[in-house]
């Protein structure tokens, strides 16, 4: 059974950073795509960056490009969102997902967010 958990979101400062944390139990980084996503209130779900499966590639919304990266540590079985010159704009509720195809689509509880101006 595939579990997500998100942690390490809260308040910060324009311009500062943080790291956000997924604890996955039952994920094989070699199937899955983990993929982080964020919502900010009154939004869509937007696609932040992605991490592939087996060669582990990444990809990153225009928006966020040279400011955050995703990385995983196979090891821990976990996978992180290092976000640098936060801004305002960057508010939102962030999830942690992993796509392995078809059906096989996780989700976290998300952490929140907030960067003050």
């Known amino acids: 059974q595939v579990q997500l958990v998100e942690s390490g979101g809260g308040l910060v400062q324009f311009g500062g950073s943080l790291r956000l944390s997924c604890a996955t139990s039952g994920v094989a980084f070699r199937r899955y795509t983990m993929i982080w996503y964020r919502q900010a209130p009154g939004k869509e779900r937007e696609l932040v960056a992605v991490?592939?499966?087996?060669?582990?590639?990444?990809d990153y919304a225009d928006s966020v490009k040279g400011r955050f990266t995703i990385y995983r540590d196979k090891t821990e079985n976990m996978v992180y969102l290092q976000m640098n010159s936060l801004r305002p704009e960057d508010t939102a509720v962030y999830y942690c997902?992993?796509?392995?195809?078809?059906?096989?689509?996780?989700w976290g509880q998300g952490t929140q967010v907030t960067v003050s101006s």
């Open positions: 997902n992993a796509w392995g195809g078809g059906s096989s689509d996780y």
């Open positions: 991490l592939t499966s087996g060669g582990g590639s990444t």
